[in-house]
């Protein structure tokens, strides 16, 4: 005979259970926002798993329409099964804006942009690479490899090591409140990747996720632009004197240049050690050589320091979304984005277009110069500097 007490008591507790998506002792399995947003929000703040996540979710809704268009579909593969497909064959099964997004992917290896595909001829040949995306029983397949390709291209700081790693962490992430273990990727027979419904329903409440990502690759794009110029000024002050790249004397050199103060003398009061090339009371100040070496030494110290301020913008502009000191989680930053709140995008489209400003015109003087140039007129100045000790003498 059943005890009425115990038997009510397991009734509430497995109502109690329920509601928690726990029942007799199992978890709820299903990703659900309600009971893991936090891990969402951890993952996706983590750059090598949320690139990812976002290339997988971008192919599926808004490459492939979350396969809701079967026309678009029959056109892709009617593609995919030429021996060579040559431009006319696109422009013929796919229409403008899925082959805008195509090769803004990356999945064009001989196409850059929408603008060079547009210049080609109809008979140019177009290469999609060995392996790229599939669709099988309503299921988008993505090769792990082309994945990588496509990531690496736009964010050049995600290496193969990391994203092989993120991959495992992806494929297997323990829930947060219960022993569950949730799959944010699945792996497709023994190289391919697609993203799980339940996964992707859920990203699909935060809004335009590609508009954010495509923000994200600007300022990326923008950065690494940045630091080709602000290693070549490097290189170029190197031929001069390497001491002046060192951390401690760029901060002395940033300081007097932003209190408007003689470099060189500042650094000689600072009681910085400095080569004999700095030593300007033996040297014939009047002379072309020393007038033209001062010049372009001065001109690149301080080209790098307008560098050091760019910089800190740039990096200002990434704490939105990313690094420790960010401001917003990267869910609230596709919200805030999708619906400009606070004029999110007006802003971080003002700052880049003044930044760019700054860059072009730092950039037209820059290309100016030539290595060679500067490492005949360092050895100039260096027999200036031995005639002037000679005479001296």
Not at 178 to 186: E, M
Not at 225 to 243: L, N, T, Y
């Amino acid at each position: 005979m059943v005890n009425f007490f115990t038997y009510s008591f397991s009734l509430n507790c497995f109502s109690i259970l329920k509601k928690n998506e726990w029942i007799l002792g199992m978890e709820h399995l299903n990703l659900t926002l309600e009971h893991d947003k936090n891990l969402i929000e951890n993952v996706l703040d983590d750059i090598d798993m949320r690139y990812i996540i976002l290339f997988l979710y971008i192919i599926r809704n808004d490459l492939f329409k979350d396969l809701n268009d079967k026309n678009l579909i029959e056109s892709y593969e009617r593609v995919l099964i030429l021996d060579e497909i040559y431009k006319n064959n696109v422009i013929n099964f796919w229409d403008e804006e899925f082959i805008e997004i195509y090769i803004d992917l990356g999945l064009m290896k001989n196409i850059r942009s929408i603008r060079e595909f547009k210049q080609k001829d109809g008979d140019f040949i177009l290469k999609l690479g060995e392996e790229t995306i599939t669709i099988e029983n309503d299921i988008i397949s993505v090769p792990a490899d082309t994945l990588f390709l496509l990531i690496s291209k736009k964010f050049k700081a995600l290496n193969r090591r990391n994203y092989n790693l993120a991959l495992t962490k992806l494929k297997g992430v323990r829930c947060e409140k219960s022993n569950a273990i949730h799959s944010l990727i699945l792996g497709i027979g023994e190289n391919d990747l697609t993203l799980p419904d339940d996964f992707y329903y859920i990203l699909d409440q935060y809004g335009n996720i590609y508009q954010a990502i495509k923000i994200e690759i600007t300022i990326e794009g923008f950065f690494q632009r940045f630091k080709e110029i602000q290693e070549k000024i490097d290189g170029f002050i190197k031929i001069f004197d390497p001491v002046l790249n060192t951390k401690s004397i760029m901060k002395k050199v940033n300081k007097a240049i932003e209190e408007n103060k003689e470099i060189f003398q500042y650094l000689k009061d600072e009681k910085v050690e400095l080569s004999d090339k700095f030593n300007f009371e033996k040297i014939d100040r009047n002379s072309a050589i020393f007038q033209e070496w001062n010049s372009k030494l001065l001109t690149l110290l301080k080209y790098r320091n307008q560098l050091e301020n760019i910089n800190i913008k740039l990096v200002d502009l990434k704490k939105i979304y990313s690094g420790k000191e960010k401001k917003n989680n990267y869910l609230k930053f596709v919200e805030k984005i999708s619906f400009n709140e606070e004029g999110i995008v007006d802003n971080i489209q003002n700052v880049l277009i003044e930044l760019r400003k700054e860059l072009v015109k730092i950039n037209e003087q820059i290309t100016k110069l030539t290595e060679k140039e500067l490492k005949l007129l360092n050895l100039d100045y260096e027999r200036l500097i031995l005639m002037s000790s000679d005479e001296q003498n």
